[in-house]
């Protein structure tokens, strides 16, 4: 419980002054915060806390491997809303390009090639 306390807080609290940030200190130092690794930070605590440093190590891999899926997503995202769609139609359309850049991804890793 502890866990998901502390993801909601740091997560919220980031996208909370991201708005504030972007407006203050400009959109590319908004942009590096979006993507502070809040939840990875918190979520490698406790694993390694409940599970250890081998469970951190593979678990961590696992996120280097994703980094495409992120970019995806992003990219994604910026092309839509430089063209004009709505914001709830670039991310969903952003959240779609996730989900084609991840299958391939887990299908792979769940196959165990490493």
Same mark, same amino acid.
């Given at each position: 419980?502890?866990?998901?306390?502390?993801?909601?807080?740091?997560?919220?609290? @980031?996208? /909370?002054?991201?708005?504030?940030?972007?407006?203050?200190?400009?959109?590319?130092? /908004?942009?590096?915060?979006? @993507?502070?690794?809040?939840?990875?930070?918190?979520?490698?605590? *406790?694993?390694?806390?409940?599970?250890? @440093?081998?469970?951190? /190590?593979?678990?961590?891999? #696992?996120?280097?491997?994703?980094?495409?899926?992120?970019?995806? *997503?992003?990219?994604?995202?910026?092309?839509?809303?430089?063209?004009? @769609?709505?914001?709830?139609? #670039?991310?969903?359309?952003?959240?779609? #390009?996730? *989900?084609? #850049? /991840?299958?391939?991804?887990?299908?792979?890793?769940?196959?165990?090639?490493?």
């Amino acid at each position: 419980m502890l866990q998901a306390v502390v993801r909601f807080v740091v997560g919220g609290v @980031l996208v /909370a002054t991201l708005p504030a940030v972007a407006e203050r200190a400009g959109t590319t130092t /908004a942009g590096l915060l979006l @993507l502070f690794p809040a939840v990875s930070f918190a979520g490698l605590l *406790f694993l390694g806390r409940t599970q250890g @440093l081998p469970a951190v /190590a593979s678990t961590s891999m #696992a996120a280097v491997y994703g980094l495409p899926t992120v970019f995806a *997503f992003l990219l994604t995202v910026h092309v839509t809303a430089d063209r004009g @769609l709505t914001l709830p139609l #670039a991310l969903v359309a952003g959240t779609v #390009a996730w *989900f084609v #850049a /991840a299958t391939p991804i887990a299908v792979w890793r769940s196959r165990g090639s490493h």
